[in-house]
């Protein structure tokens, strides 16, 4: 099996969040590693968060698994139950339809690092904390269907 060069890969720290929702997620690098490497039955991204940056939105999948390793640093995962800080070799799990909105904070003074790995369709999803929804086409909406003009989520 080839070592993955991860430097040979593009990190960035792209959204299709509408403003305001882009700014907690502005200290988030990441690199998708599975279009890389040639996979392509699921997702995988090595992700950085920034001290203060958020992994993304409050959000859950209807229609993917997501599976989460954290790698290096310190980050609190946030959820409908509560927070959990997760640390080197703690894993996280959703399955496809759980309404479990989650993602992680970086409240630490360090930057943490993480691989997380989604699989199955995108037949959308949503926000648990704001009024934002994401559609199988790849775009944003209100929670009554009304799009959020101009944005996509990054691909």
Known sequence: MPKVDLDAIEQVNRTGYPPPFDEQVGGRWY????????????????VTLKP???SSQRHWHN???EFLVMLDGEAVLVEDD?????RPGDCASWP??????????NESAHDCTFVVIGGGTNTGGGYSDIDLIFTPQGTYAHRDGTPYGGTK???
């Open 96 to 105: 496809k339809g759980s309404t479990n909105g989650h993602h992680l904070i």
């Open 82 to 86: 509560g927070r959990t800080v997760l």
């Open 31 to 46: 690199r998708r590693l599975a279009p890389a490497t040639g996979l392509s039955d699921f997702g995988v991204s090595h």
């Open 52 to 54: 203060g940056s958020w």
């Open 63 to 65: 229609g993917e698994d």
């Open 153 to 155: 989520r990054p691909g």
